[in-house]
Nanobody, 124 residues
Framework: QVQLVESGGGLVQAGGSLRLSCTTSGRTFSRYPMGWFRQAPGKEREFVAAISWSGDNTYYADSVKGRFTISRENAKNTVYLQMNSLQPEDTAVYHC?????????????????WGQGTQVTISS
């Protein structure tokens, strides 16, 4: 059984930073791209960032480019999302996801497995 467990969310002031972690089990983590998505209340889930299996390639949504950094440690079956210069519009539940192919992707349909999410709240 594949499991993804996020951690690291919380409440911070605008301009602050958070580091999210997502640890996986039940699958050969290092073979697959990973992604982060977020969903704010009343809004659709949106892509945030993705990373290739090796970590050599990354993609970011325009809204977070230059502020967020995705990385991974295959030896620890963990993917991270470092979030800096946080703004109130970054408030959402953040989910990590494991891709269903070897190709890095930005669409949620390209991901098979999802974590339960971690809440990130940014106060102004």
């Amino acid at each position: 059984q594949v499991q993804l467990v996020e951690s690291g969310g919380g409440l911070v002031q605008a301009g602050g930073s958070l580091r999210l972690s997502c640890t996986t089990s039940g699958r050969t983590f290092s073979r697959y791209p990973m992604g982060w998505f977020r969903q704010a209340p009343g809004k659709e889930r949106e892509f945030v960032a993705a990373i290739s299996w090796s970590g050599d390639n990354t993609y970011y949504a325009d809204s977070v480019k230059g502020r967020f950094t995705i990385s991974r440690e295959n030896a620890k079956n963990t993917v991270y999302l470092q979030m800096n210069s946080l703004q109130p519009e970054d408030t959402a539940v953040y989910h990590c996801a494991a891709a269903n192919s070897y190709i890095i992707a930005t669409m949620s349909d390209d991901y098979d497995y999802w974590g339960q999410g971690t809440q990130v709240t940014i106060s102004s």
